[in-house]
């Protein structure tokens, strides 16, 4: 008689979660920056906001790198704001008295952006909420929400009430502590108001990523590169960052001889002086699009003007720039093109002669910085305009509003303009110095 033998099952890994809070004391934390107060009741840590204080962090002395952090979180105030600090740092040269580095809003506002990624005291926002608005109803007011931060590599995916939410790719920052918030006031009305953290536990090893849902945007700061997520999402790079492939003179099939380079990792249109498509002349995709997500990085020099176009047909033949709908790029404060046309309709991040983009201040990234632009065509032609991941303008293409916004524009002499079912992307040349990289699309069907 044979007996069967078999293999033990390999053991599970050991529970590796550690308490940050020992829900008795604050052992292990310090406070830094501002002057609000931190107790312990109730076995949950209790921030007080005080009048006129900058933002206020309770930081865990010793640094993470990779982790996965939870922890419950409420505050008293609706008008509250809070946030945890993720891999952040202190008093820098740059940042003096500061505490900088990515957190993970909490935003009970009427903009609804808890779950996002903001960069303190350095970048402002890196995935605000306009990117996910499905994600704006996670957070309940009034009630403790169970927040899931995962940092591992240069990944950071956050989850609120088990919501996935916001997913940054970032090479800054490798380590650095951990910080709860308390939000600086100015408004007598938000004086001693309460934000409770308890719960507050990290896993540091036997870590795995957790699978995010494919179709959620993600913002990657390591150029010309697509994560195993943006992959499987359908997102394919329209540059390589090292060849002109994939791209050709808007005006013959060949790459323009001179005029554009490729080094370093960027495609940059080089200047002739302010002349319009006078020396390399403008540059099409060698595919034509209908309905797509498109994100690219520009980059511009002092005064500098381009644009990125979009269902460019090649139909019309003009002298300079070739037509299509335009995502303007422009030095605002620098170049006259902005005080030009109506109400501000060509200036940065506008649908160019058509529609100005609403867009704050501070998601402005200055000359000479990366900025990220993105348009969104669905198939039902509702286009929408991102400069650095906010949402700036939207309109219908082919629509009545539409075809009154082309009627008083300098396209109204093009039948149907902008109205064509597929076209070119375009990198336009109006003879200054602009880069772009990080050029990527996602087919929508």
Excluded at 302 to 308: F, Q, W
């Amino acid at each position: 008689m044979l007996t069967a033998f078999h293999n033990p099952p390999a053991p599970k890994p050991a529970d590796t979660w550690q308490n940050l809070f020992d829900g008795k004391t604050l052992k292990g934390w310090k406070k830094l920056a501002g002057t609000a107060d931190y107790k312990v009741e109730n076995g949950a840590i209790v921030g007080t906001t005080v009048m006129n204080s900058g933002n206020t962090f309770l930081v865990t002395e010793k640094e993470y790198g990779d982790f996965v952090l939870e922890l419950d979180i409420k505050l008293e105030s609706n008008e509250g704001n809070s946030g945890v600090q993720t891999r952040s740092h202190f008093d820098s040269p740059e940042q003096k008295g500061k505490v900088y580095g990515r957190q993970v809003e909490i935003d009970p506002s009427a903009r609804s952006w808890s779950g996002g990624i903001y960069d303190e005291a350095r970048r402002q926002w890196l995935y605000p909420l306009d990117l996910h608005p499905e994600a704006k109803t996670a957070y309940k007011a009034g009630q403790y929400n169970h927040l899931k931060i995962e940092c591992i590599g240069n990944e950071t995916k956050t989850w609120l009430n088990n919501v996935p939410v916001a997913y940054v790719v970032d090479p800054l920052d490798p380590k650095g502590f951990i910080g709860l918030q308390v939000h600086g006031i100015s408004d007598k009305a938000q004086e001693g108001k309460k934000i409770y953290f308890k719960n507050i536990k990290i896993k540091t090893t036997n870590l795995q990523p957790t699978a995010f849902p494919s179709d959620v945007y993600v913002v990657n700061f390591v150029p010309n590169t697509l994560t195993a997520s943006e992959k499987k999402g359908g997102w394919k790079l329209l540059f390589d960052g090292k060849t002109n492939k994939g791209w050709h003179s808007a005006k013959g099939g060949a790459f323009p001889a001179q005029g554009w380079q490729v080094t370093d990792g960027t495609m940059t249109v080089l200047s002739s002086e302010g002349k319009e498509a006078a020396n390399g002349g403008d540059i099409v995709s060698d595919d034509q699009y209908s309905a797509f997500d498109l994100s690219f990085e520009f980059k511009l020099t002092p005064g500098a003007n381009s644009g990125v176009k979009y269902f460019v047909t090649l139909d019309e033949k003009t002298q300079g720039s070739a037509i299509g709908l335009e995502y303007q790029v422009l030095d605002d404060e620098r170049h006259p093109d902005a005080k030009l046309g109506r109400d501000g309709n060509r200036t940065l991040a506008s649908l160019y002669d058509l529609k100005k983009a609403d867009k704050s201040p501070r998601f402005i990234h200055p000359i000479g910085e990366w900025n990220t632009g993105r348009v969104v065509v669905y198939p039902n032609n509702h286009v929408e305009h991102y400069l650095n991941g906010s949402k700036v303008l939207e309109y219908e293409r082919g629509s009545k509003d539409f075809r009154d916004l082309v009627a008083i524009s300098k396209y109204k002499v093009w039948p149907n303009f902008g109205e064509a079912p597929k076209g070119h992307l375009l990198l336009q040349d109006h003879g200054n110095l602009v880069s772009f990289r990080s050029i990527k699309m996602k087919e929508l069907k």
